[in-house]
């Protein structure tokens, strides 16, 4: 199991980062125990010096059991907070283990561990606070014309606005960690939106990905989920429309 | 004299309600303050029903009982406006108090094994 190095002691949410980098991998799971321990063992071999963090959002199945099996460290959500609840924990937890970048994945098999070194590689080459790992390809055509609707609205010019593959370093994580951020329902466009209005920098580089292990997504399980998320959506790119600010490394 | 008595009677028995709220620890004093404005509001137009009519006619309102049902309405919706606003603040609350449950419950986790590998 990777080690938990160090837990800061101190009571302070967002510590200072530690001189060493240190890395960590955050994956929101619900119902993943089929997928999760082949994606935390791939994850391990590809990174052997990095923390992974799986957030059970308070799965019915083994999935935190299987993922502590597998050798991460997990937290355990009493209640289910979403995809991007999950993931926020994921991230408060790394901070005060001292981590100062997060690889934020998907338990299900369908992000690839060996791709994170193209994100780490990508942060070296931008020195963007966030990293989006691309891959459009995986959209519907209902996907896409939804991703076209959202870069209209936006301004953004990403080819992948939704990806849950993402690298991000200490400033955005100190941001995203912070109950400023607690209330956003998805890990997506909320997330860019907020990164985009304190003036963070965001950039992309294309990765490839695989189709889900097992499990469905949890934002287009039901057209009636489909409908809300487009509806939050849009509303948040409405609310954060007098914030439009193009990003430098865009 | 006997609809102002009913009005009168109905504020102070509002106002009253709250008060027992506060006392059975039913609800919390921030919010009962806006409810025994209320109770007052209806108490004292209850009494005095032509300070309706007066201030219509200062703003102008042609038939100055409207003046009060839009009144009321408007409170109605500040009133549900803050309540949803409070609601987010505490839903913002509850999700961190999670968050940190079960981060809390790692670290313990942790500490027992630590602890458990040392001895």
Known sequence: ?250 | MTYQLTSALLGFSLALVILWLIYKDHMHTRHAFWWLAIAVTVFVLGFFPHLVDWLGLRLGVAYPPVLALVAAIGVLLVKILIMDIEHSRQERCLRRLIQRLAILEAEVKQCRKVKTKGS
């Open chain 1, 1 to 250: 199991m990777n080690a938990v190095v160090r837990i800061v002691e101190s009571s302070r949410e967002v510590p200072e980062p530690v001189a060493e980098s240190r890395l960590a991998v955050v994956m929101p799971a619900k119902d993943e125990a089929a997928a999760v321990a082949a994606v935390v063992a791939s994850v391990r071999r590809c990174l052997p010096g990095a923390v992974v963090i799986v957030v059970d959002d308070a799965s019915g199945d083994d999935t935190a059991a299987v993922a502590e099996a597998a050798g991460a460290v997990v937290l355990r959500l009493p209640v289910s907070l979403g995809a991007w609840g999950a993931a926020q924990t994921g991230m408060r937890y790394a901070l005060r283990l001292g981590c100062d970048t997060v690889i934020t994945m998907d338990a299900d098999g369908q992000h690839r561990a060996e791709e994170i070194p193209k994100l780490l590689q990508a942060r070296r080459a931008t020195g963007a606070d966030v990293i989006i790992g691309a891959y459009p390809e995986r959209g519907s055509r209902l996907r896409r014309l939804a991703w076209r609707l959202f870069r209209l609205l936006s301004g953004f010019s990403f080819a992948d606005l939704t990806s849950g593959f993402r690298l991000y370093d200490h400033a955005a994580l100190c941001l995203l960690a912070s109950p400023r951020a607690t209330l956003l329902e998805y890990q997506d466009l909320g997330v860019l939106l907020l990164l985009r209005a304190q003036g963070l920098v965001i950039a992309e580089t294309p990765v490839t990905m695989r189709p889900r292990l097992d499990g469905k997504s949890r934002v287009f399980a039901s057209w009636w989920r489909v409908g809300l998320y487009m509806v939050q959506t849009v509303l948040l790119l409405l609310s954060f429309s007098h914030r439009r600010r193009r990003p430098k490394a865009e």
